[in-house]
């Protein structure tokens, strides 16, 4: 296999609190994480090509360079599971296994997409596959997410809720509230921290008081770890771990995962606030799909089936477009249904 890549903690000069040895995965896990990881960044650039040809309105948030979280949490999920985050959602929604053609036809504000075409980027659910949103309010997400866990503790079931906010949300005070009521009755809820270092334009150092988003459960006596978030193996080991407790019946858990978005805040960011080089040495020192693809052509997996996975990716990617992009919009008639009033 193939040297690890430092990580983005390492990169910050920090020391990763909690880190170990990533396990190692099998060939098959290796080359089930690539294509999950390749199909939302080809599903995200295409995204933002749509964008830019004024294909979708409205707010868009990429997820480009955060991929290998949703995919490695989802590796120790089990059906009946419930996933909820906030607005920089498609990367959520394919991990769950929504289709990619549903999601890009609701960010073209088309009738085949999950809201019928009148919700958009930040506004997509899915009963079928526990996905519970896709919300603009930065921290909603925490508390709708510890009323998840709750609904499990107060039926009895063994799921877990993935509750997923950035570092700018973990400020909030709802996100304390819901981490009391959390441990208090010990409910199943993992809260994944993904830490991407930027909350808009403002960074982490010039946000936060305390930093190590992993100790932010300290005085509710949640445990919590720093993961790099780079590496699909630590992610998946760290939820695992996680998981397991909460699935246990200990209570919450909390993961800070250290990532990086590559794109701006939305599309409409010019992203001034950082250096291109910056941003250029992550993608060149630790990019999640890249560290797979060398530890699989290291491993001597043959470079056609590498393309094989790119094109059966692009295939689904593509189909998604052209749907979006034919599909009718909804019709007039549709104006005042699903809403409230
Ligand atoms: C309650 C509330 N305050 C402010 C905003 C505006 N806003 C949207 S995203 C955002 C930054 C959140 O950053 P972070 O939680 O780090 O998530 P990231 O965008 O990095 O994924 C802010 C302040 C909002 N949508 N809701
Ligand atoms: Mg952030």
Same mark, same amino acid.
């Given at each position: 296999?193939?040297?690890?890549?430092?990580?983005?903690? #390492?990169?910050?000069?920090?020391?990763?609190?909690?880190?170990?040895?990533?396990?190692?995965?099998?060939?098959? $896990?290796? %080359?089930?994480?690539?294509?999950?990881?390749? %199909?939302?960044?080809?599903?995200?650039?295409?995204?933002?090509?749509?964008?830019?040809?004024?294909?979708?309105?409205?707010?868009?948030?990429?997820?480009?360079? $955060?991929?290998?979280?949703?995919?490695?949490?989802?590796?120790?999920?089990?059906?009946?599971?419930?996933?909820?985050?906030?607005?920089?959602?498609?990367?959520?929604?394919?991990?769950?296994?929504?289709?990619?053609?549903?999601?890009?036809?609701? %960010?073209?504000?088309?009738?085949?997409?999950?809201?019928?075409?009148?919700?958009?980027?930040?506004?997509?659910?899915?009963?079928?596959?526990?996905?519970?949103?896709?919300?603009?309010?930065?921290?909603?997400?925490?508390? %709708?997410?510890?009323?998840?866990?709750?609904?499990?503790?107060?039926?009895?079931?063994?799921?877990?809720?993935?509750?997923?906010?950035?570092?700018?949300?973990?400020? #909030?005070?709802?996100?304390?509230?819901?981490?009391?009521?959390?441990?208090?009755?010990?409910?199943?809820?993992?809260?994944?921290?993904?830490?991407?270092?930027?909350?808009?334009?403002?960074?982490?150092?010039?946000?936060?008081?305390?930093?190590?988003?992993?100790?932010?459960?300290?005085?509710?006596?949640?445990?919590?770890? $720093?993961?790099?978030?780079?590496?699909?193996?630590?992610?998946?080991?760290?939820?695992?771990?996680?998981?397991?407790?909460?699935?246990?019946?200990?209570?919450?858990?909390?993961?800070?995962?250290?990532?990086?978005?590559?794109?701006?805040?939305?599309?409409?960011?010019?992203?001034?606030?950082?250096?291109?080089?910056?941003?250029?040495?992550?993608?060149?020192?630790?990019?999640?799909?890249? #560290?797979?693809?060398?530890?699989?052509?290291?491993?001597?997996?043959?470079?056609?089936?590498?393309?094989?996975?790119?094109?059966?990716?692009?295939?689904?990617?593509?189909?998604?477009?052209?749907?979006?992009?034919?599909?009718?919009?909804?019709?007039?008639?549709?104006?005042?249904?699903?809403?409230?009033?």
């Amino acid at each position: 296999m193939a040297a690890a890549k430092k990580s983005v903690t #390492q990169e910050k000069g920090q020391e990763t609190k909690g880190s170990r040895t990533p396990l190692e995965f099998t060939k098959d $896990q290796e %080359l089930k994480a690539l294509r999950d990881m390749l %199909l939302i960044r080809r599903f995200e650039e295409k995204a933002g090509q749509l964008y830019g040809m004024g294909a979708i309105g409205g707010f868009c948030h990429l997820y480009i360079g $955060q991929e290998a979280i949703v995919v490695g949490m989802q590796m120790v999920l089990k059906p009946g599971d419930e996933v909820i985050t906030g607005y920089r959602d498609h990367g959520h929604m394919l991990a769950t296994g929504m289709e990619a053609r549903g999601v890009m036809a609701e %960010l073209t504000g088309r009738r085949g997409g999950y809201s019928r075409g009148k919700g958009g980027s930040m506004h997509m659910f899915s009963k079928e596959k526990h996905f519970y949103g896709g919300h603009g309010i930065v921290g909603a997400q925490v508390s %709708l997410g510890t009323g998840l866990a709750f609904a499990n503790r107060y039926r009895g079931n063994d799921n877990v809720a993935i509750v997923y906010f950035g570092d700018g949300a973990a400020n #909030q005070g709802q996100v304390y509230e819901s981490f009391n009521m959390a441990e208090l009755w010990k409910l199943p809820a993992v809260y994944v921290i993904e830490n991407n270092r930027y909350a808009m334009g403002t960074s982490v150092s010039r946000s936060s008081a305390q930093q190590d988003f992993s100790k932010r459960g300290v005085s509710f006596n949640i445990p919590g770890e $720093q993961v790099d978030g780079m590496d699909v193996r630590a992610v998946k080991a760290a939820g695992e771990k996680a998981v397991k407790w909460c699935r246990e019946g200990n209570g919450p858990y909390i993961l800070e995962m250290q990532t990086y978005r590559y794109r701006g805040h939305s599309m409409s960011d010019p992203a001034k606030y950082r250096t291109r080089e910056e941003v250029d040495k992550v993608r060149h020192d630790s990019d999640p799909i890249e #560290q797979v693809r060398n530890r699989l052509l290291a491993a001597k997996v043959g470079e056609q089936d590498l393309k094989a996975i790119d094109a059966e990716v692009r295939e689904i990617v593509n189909e998604a477009a052209d749907f979006a992009q034919h599909d009718p919009e909804p019709d007039v008639s549709e104006l005042y249904t699903d809403i409230y009033r």
